[in-house]
């Protein structure tokens, strides 16, 4: 079984990715950035994870760097999109652009 989920790097996301690695389904991940709790997870499943560093702001060149690279000849059978972009303090001190940015990652 392979997935595909956005968001892995905390949280839901990578709960959700270390308990579909233990039941043995490959994972086809991207966060923004890389930590050590995906890099444990590289090293306990080397063959299962496949990473993929990309920020999902960038819409621009997300058909390109996603489906023609990164799973490009792959069969997902199953998606989640976790990815999210949350700021403490929008009630208090409304952003315009991190108010933008939610809403294209969300």
């Known amino acids: 079984m392979n997935i595909f989920i956005t968001g892995i790097s905390k949280g839901l996301g990578l709960l ?11 994972v086809y991940g991207i966060s923004r950035s890389k930590n050590n709790e995906i890099d444990k997870l590289i090293n306990k499943y080397p063959e299962k994870l496949i ?3 990309y920020d ?9 760097d ?27 001190n409304l952003n315009t652009n991190s108010l933008n940015t939610m809403f294209t990652v969300n």
């Open 16 to 26: 959700a990715c270390s308990k579909m690695l233990e039941k043995g389904w490959c």
């Open 51 to 53: 990473w993929y560093k």
């Open 56 to 64: 999902l702001n960038n819409t621009i060149d997300l058909k390109n």
């Open 66 to 92: 996603i489906s023609n690279n990164f799973l490009k000849n792959v069969k997902i059978d199953g998606f989640l999109n976790n990815a999210a972009y949350a700021y403490d303090d929008i009630i208090t």
